[in-house]
């Protein structure tokens, strides 16, 4: 059974910093990609920072360029997404995806996590 467990969510003023984490269990048949994604009320889900595991090549939204990476640890199956420069339109569910589908920060995932919420306060 696969599963991925976000943490690292919380409350931060702006221009703070946070290290979101992603957990990872269970076999992933063709797993060569994961993404993370937030959704702030009444929006669509946008992909925020996606990573191939084969080239390493990472992508990010315009967004948040300059101010967020996405890092992967294999030996702890666990992706990171750390945001610094933290601004209040950040704030949102942050949710990471496994073995996506299409491009990496497209929504076409096989596999997600719960979520983490991520407030950021001016």
């Known amino acids: 059974q696969v599963q991925l467990v976000e943490s690292g969510g919380g409350s931060v003023q702006a221009g703070g910093s946070l290290r979101l984490s992603c957990a990872t269990s269970?076999?992933?048949?063709?797993?060569?990609?994961m993404g993370w994604f937030r959704q702030a009320p009444g929006k669509e889900r946008e992909g925020v920072a996606g990573l191939y595991f084969g080239s390493g090549g990472t992508y990010y939204a315009d967004s948040v360029k300059g101010r967020f990476t996405i890092s992967q640890d294999s030996v702890k199956n666990t992706v990171y997404l750390q945001m610094n420069s933290l601004k209040p339109e950040d704030t949102a569910m942050y949710y990471c995806?496994?073995?996506?589908?299409?491009?990496?920060?497209?929504?076409?995932?096989?596999?997600w996590g719960q979520g983490t919420q991520v407030i950021v306060s001016s």
């Open positions: 995806a496994a073995a996506c589908r299409g491009w990496v920060l497209d929504p076409l995932y096989g596999y």
């Open positions: 269970g076999y992933i048949d063709s797993w060569d990609c």
